[in-house]
């Protein structure tokens, strides 16, 4: 069973790293670069403190422990738990890889972490701000997900990598948040009390 899943894995990421175009190739360069990614967070935290002033700290904090959970769940635990090969280390499938990129990056690959963050960022901005600013979502979302197709277009991810990588990250986000809710909570309580 696990054979056949990373057979149909590998087809399906030779299709899509195989659909290629020279525009294309220098896009997802740069959408696949974290550094690119950095004046849109620091926007971001622009407006929410702009918008939310001493409540954002709160966000703010839950949006960079998101970040924390996600990242260390798919960096730190299971890629070196699981040991699968990114595809651009794996020896029979280099002349057939589009790779965009100068290096593959680390050995392995499984589950992506740029995923996992993407889409903690997307799913933890949606429970804090997404009833009151939605347009946030119809954002935030499509953008995490293009961060993580490109990883697949580069040539450094599979698409289960980023499935995976994906829901780390949604789940990520619902235990950040709940985790700073409920400590604000608890700390306004204490507050009430003495």
Known sequence: MLHQIQELDTRIFLTLNGAHAPWADTLMYWVTQRNTWIPLYALLIIWLIWQYKQAAAGMIGALILTILFADQAASGLLKPWVERLRPCYVSYLSTKIHLVVEGCGGTYGFASSHAANSFGLAMALWLLVGRRFAWLGWFFFPWAAIVSYSRIYVGVHYPFDVLVGSGIGIGAA?????????????????????
Request: hydrophobic content about 40%; aromatic content about 10%; charged content about 25%.
């Open 174 to 194: 619902y235990a950040a948040v709940g985790i700073v809710r409920y400590g604000l909570s608890k700390s306004k309580r204490s507050k009430l009390i003495s």
